[in-house]
């Protein structure tokens, strides 16, 4: 998945940054306002991690802004404020989730599964085509009664695929999906991710077909 966080406390960005990163998750990470709305306006992101009290503004703007527009981003509210209106009134203006400072990792984990569940349509984190059973939270690919555990960037490759099945995606827009805009990589990289990915696809009866000029598609044979 690719995050977007805004958070203005270094210490606890750089936290939470390295336990998402570690879970093989793409973050980019705006301290202000400002930032925030210059990367919301040039990236999808599957996820929004917002404080409240920012530098150069209020973190509820940016949510109402976003809600305008009719971007249906899932919002996970960090706030320090336990008050119950505090909480009511972020949920109405669009959060799809709050947790309270200071919080458990595992548990800021937990409640991001559970929004991208929601925003899936489903209870389980499991993600099934043709003959496929991927679970992204476990990074297991399951084929018939055969289990094969992916690396990070394979995983996450194949959950861009996965998520629009049949849909071309152009080296640029997978490069998007998979680094973050520190990482300094080159379209390239997407070839030897895609190779090895189609390695372990092999007997599936999914493939993974170049699009000459345009890009990959997942698709049924």
Known sequence: MRFLLVEDNASLAKAILDRLRLDG??????????????????T???????????????????????????????????TARSEVSDRVGVLDLGADDYITKPFD??????????VLRRRGGGSSNERRFGNLCFDPMAGTLSIGDQTISLRN???????????????????????????SYEEDV???????????????????????????GLGYRMSLQ
Not at 25 to 42: K, M
Not at 107 to 112: G, K, M, T
Not at 153 to 179: G, M, N, Q, T
């Open 44 to 78: 999808d992101y599957d996820l929004i991690l917002l404080d409240i009290m920012l530098p150069d503004g209020d973190g509820r703007t940016f949510l109402k802004q976003h809600r305008d527009r009719q971007i249906e981003t899932p919002v996970i509210v960090l």
């Open 105 to 114: 990792f595992s548990e800021l984990e937990a409640r991001c599964r559970a």
């Open 153 to 179: 960037k394979e995983l996450r490759l194949l959950e861009v695929f996965l998520s629009a099945p049949d849909r071309i995606f152009s080296k640029a827009k997978l490069v998007d999906r998979l680094f």
């Open 186 to 212: 080159s379209e390239n990289a997407i070839e030897v991710y895609v190779g090895r990915l189609r390695k372990h696809l092999v007997g599936s009866g999914v493939e993974i077909a170049t699009v000459r």
């Open 25 to 42: 998750h793409v973050v980019d990470h705006a301290p202000d306002v400002q930032s925030a709305e210059d990367f919301a306006a040039t």
